[in-house]
């Protein structure tokens, strides 16, 4: 080969490298983007589920939770402390699976968020006035996540009808 044709070899091998040297800052932008948004998404969910958590009384709360479990009946206020912790709880669990989603949380444990979530959605349908609220709502929740609970919503109904249809 001459030397022009060396120099042409050199000069588009440099230009590959700077091509693929601004790709890869691309992507380590993308990358360090994702990790900020999922931070302040972090952040966000601390602050609603502090401020959830500091609006009830503990005892109250307790005393709900105990009727409730006991399978008596509970007033407005005690239905509201319970749904409060159950939003405070999804508010947990949608931050986990946005954090799962950029690859931030190990899929071990996503699924045991995961089952607990299911186990959230079945409450949902139990109780039906979460549930209306749930289909007017979504409780605000991001999309991807809302499309899990309510996917479980709909199976856990369909299934509670089967077996009543057999009963």
Do not use: C
Request: negative net charge; hydrophobic residues 45%.
């Amino acid at each position: 080969m001459k030397l022009p044709s060396y120099q042409f070899v050199a000069q588009m091998g440099a230009a590959f490298a700077v091509v693929a040297s601004l790709a890869l800052v691309v992507y380590e932008l993308k990358l360090n983007r994702e990790l900020a948004m999922a931070q302040i998404y972090q952040e966000r969910t601390a602050i609603l589920i502090d401020h959830i958590r500091g609006t009830m009384g503990i005892e109250a709360f307790q005393q709900a939770l105990t009727s409730k479990m006991m399978k008596q009946s509970v007033g407005k206020t005690e239905q509201r402390l319970l749904d409060d912790d159950l939003q405070a709880l999804l508010l947990f669990f949608d931050n986990t699976h946005y954090q799962y989603t950029l690859g931030l949380v190990p899929e071990e444990e996503w699924a045991v968020v995961l089952d607990a979530t299911k186990e959230r959605a079945r409450d949902i349908v139990d109780d039906g006035h979460l549930l209306e609220y749930w289909n007017e709502t979504n409780f605000g929740f991001r999309a991807s996540f809302a499309a899990i609970i309510t996917a479980e919503i709909e199976d856990y109904t369909a299934k509670s009808k089967a077996s009543a249809s057999q009963n």
